[in-house]
């Protein structure tokens, strides 16, 4: 796709997405950071042990949730 055949709404929409993949893309890299931080306390295996999977699991879930109530909270002060 070649930019200058793009008029100034198309380009718009182009940026706006770029932006929310590279906000998705740093939340996924600060829930990984977070989340490995708090639950993985020694070298890994092969594979986690079932409280590692446990911990990880609840960890970004409680992330996610939080970082909707965050967006929701932000959109309704706008």
């Given amino acids: 796709m070649d930019a ?3 008029n100034s709404a198309e380009l ?7 932006k929310e993949r590279a906000m998705m893309n740093e ?10 931080d708090k639950c993985i ?4 295996g092969s594979k986690f042990s079932s409280s590692e999977s ?3 699991s609840n960890c970004a879930q409680r992330y996610m949730d ?4 965050i967006m929701k ?3 309704s002060m706008q």
């Fill in 4 to 6: 200058s055949s793009l």
């Fill in 54 to 56: 446990t911990c990880l």
């Fill in 66 to 69: 939080m970082s909707i109530l």
């Fill in 12 to 18: 718009q929409r182009l940026i706006s997405q770029e």
């Fill in 27 to 36: 939340m996924v890299a600060k829930l990984t950071s977070a989340c490995w």
């Fill in 41 to 44: 306390t020694s070298t890994p």
């Fill in 73 to 75: 909270r932000f959109q």
